[in-house]
């Protein structure tokens, strides 16, 4: 494509002479020492977000661990607590202790597999909006 | 690429994407400034990404572009309060500019079309150039500076 002379010169001609470059590049200074702070800031957050999802893991997995084992080592026709209050629903409960025992073991992992997930989704989310901030725009 | 070397790039590249950010912005050099300051942030948190040696300005005008359309897209609703303010700014670099008529034709152009005239006559870039920047299609682009040389002839007839 041809290029319109008249239009190039126009354009050339008005080319703007910038008298406070210095001052632009100071205030660009100050902003990027700004995102250097909040960067900063979000990636200390990450890391003690890290931290803790992996201490809650290795404390989650310990105490299931144990928690199943104690389970499994008791005899099997021998409840794992029993009460010493005539009651049914009691009676119903310490025949019942194993079952309920695992099934609240259960459940309690299930929540700590789904927080754990969950944060990892917020780390996951924190980190790809500081980084690829640009990606919207670039 | 470092703080350092980023800002030694920017200093080389400061005029050229002010000079395009305020042909864009029609005039107004405190939104060209502006958006030249958040186009640059954006640019140094992608930084670490950039690896086109030697393409720094297109990369720079890319991001420079997206943050320009963004800003208008956002600003849309404003258009027509923008519309009844006089154009001719109050700041003294603004008046340090003898034609006004040309930012004047300039306004009447849609964003991506003032873009794509802008890169071709101001910053001297090639058609192939302004697609990659404002990622679009060659021909898109043709269209796109055709319109756009068209309406702006008429425009600065018109003003003359």
Redesign the interface.
Known sequence: ?E??KK??E????????????AQ??A???R??DA??YV?RHQEATLRRYKLAMVAAFIVGIVSGVVTMAFVLSMPADVPLFTFSVESSLLLWIAEHSRLIATTALALLMCFGIMSIISNVQDVLALRHN????????? | MTREEFILQVEREQEALRSFLLALCCGNKSDADDLAQDALVKAYLSSAGYQEQGKFRSWLFKIAHNTFLNHKASCRTMETLDDARPLISSTTADNAFEHQTLYLALRTLPPKERSAITLFYLNGYSIKEIAVITDTSEDAVKKQLSRGRDKLRQELKMND
């Open positions: 494509m290029k319109d239009l190039e126009l354009f050339l001609a008005q080319k703007p002479a910038f008298d406070d470059k632009f590049m205030q660009l200074t902003r990027l995102v250097e960067r500081s980084i690829h901030i640009v990606d919207s725009t670039a």
